[in-house]
Nanobody, 127 residues
Framework: QVQLVEPGGGLVQAGGSLRISCAAS????????MGWFRQAPGKEREFVAA????????YYADSVKGRFIISRDNAKNTVYLQMNSLKPEDTAVYYC????????????????????WGQGTQVTVSS
């Protein structure tokens, strides 16, 4: 079992920045690829970013590429999402998730491939 907790989130003006984090406990964090997903009201949950076990590989949705940065600190069992140049359409509940792919370089983007999920944190971007 892996428990994921996402403190924080918040309200920010368009064009601003926000960093959200996700702390993991339980099994060996460094053996899990980590992803961020988001869900806006009335919409399906969508992929945002993912990072491989060691952090070597990352992958981003086109909608956030160049604005968001995913990173991880395996010593602290924490994954981060730095969000810059925020837009009102980034408003959503953001979820972190843990995946156990067969190789340490793999990152995946579909919700069904992730084994554990955090409770979500609200990010609101005002115009």
């Amino acid at each position: 079992q892996v428990q994921l907790v996402e403190p924080g989130g918040g309200l920010v003006q368009a064009g601003g920045s926000l960093r959200i984090s996700c702390a993991a406990s339980g099994r060996t964090f460094s053996r899990y690829a980590m992803g961020w997903f988001r869900q806006a009201p009335g919409k399906e949950r969508e992929f945002v970013a993912a990072i491989s076990w060691s952090g070597i590989n990352t992958y981003y949705a086109d909608s956030v590429k160049g604005r968001f940065i995913i990173s991880r600190d395996n010593a602290k069992n924490t994954v981060y999402l730095q969000m810059n140049s925020l837009k009102p359409e980034d408003t959503a509940v953001y979820y972190c998730a843990a995946d156990s792919p067969p190789e340490n370089t793999i990152v995946r983007i579909t919700t069904s491939e992730y084994d554990y999920w955090g409770q979500g944190t609200q990010v609101t971007v005002s115009s």
